[in-house]
């Protein structure tokens, strides 16, 4: 099986660049910050107090989320129930990150992703996933473009679905979320040494999307993987 990792900062358009290249290359793809955020709905909706041991585990304990691909679209199931679109708000996606920093969280949902991988060919995105999750993929992407170029892609990305937000904050939450990512103790955002930077800073969606199936064809014909 070929996996694909691709790596970066929050709003450095991982999701959607990943789910076309996918498409392109025949390949799965799997959005693992999904199932963080599908992790944080479910403590938001419980009020759960991450900082207790005891809350943490009965939260997860409680909960059961599943990956389904349904005519090649992600669709996240928490307990049955289909969140793929609640999961998308500024709200979720700040408790996606404050989840992500705790190791029970990770440890979590560690199978469930590697998994996937073991059975399909993959392109899965994330912060950590050349580092920690599929340290041994053939194709390691770090993704990435300047704060404010991602914070007006993500503030048209809130528009375009009716969410009324500020580019302001969403630029503040962008600087928030690098911090954060980067600093934390547990599997902190960075490029895996042997990872191929792509900066999408001038790049259109297109030219961004050309750009990571390039990367994976190249690097596969490098490493003379046989596809």
Known sequence: MISVAIDGPAGAGKSTIAHK???MLG???VDTGALYRTVGIAAIRKNTDLKNKAELKELLDSINIELK???GVQKVFLNGEDVSEKIRTPECGMMASAVSAIKEVREFLLDTQRGLAA?????????DIGTVILPNAQVKIFLTASPEVRAKRRYDEF???GV????EDVLADIIVRDKNDSEREIAPLKPA??????????DTLRQAIDKV???VKETLKTKRVIV
Do not use: C, H, P
């Open 119 to 127: 059975k399909n060919n993959v392109i899965m995105d994330g912060r």
């Open 164 to 167: 009324q937000v500020k580019y």
């Open 69 to 71: 691909f349904e005519n």
């Open 193 to 202: 040494e042997d990872s191929v930077i792509a900066d999408t800073s001038n």
């Open 27 to 29: 390949y799965i793809y």
């Open 159 to 161: 528009l375009q679905k």
């Open 213 to 215: 199936v390039n990367i």
């Open 21 to 23: 290249a996918a498409e």
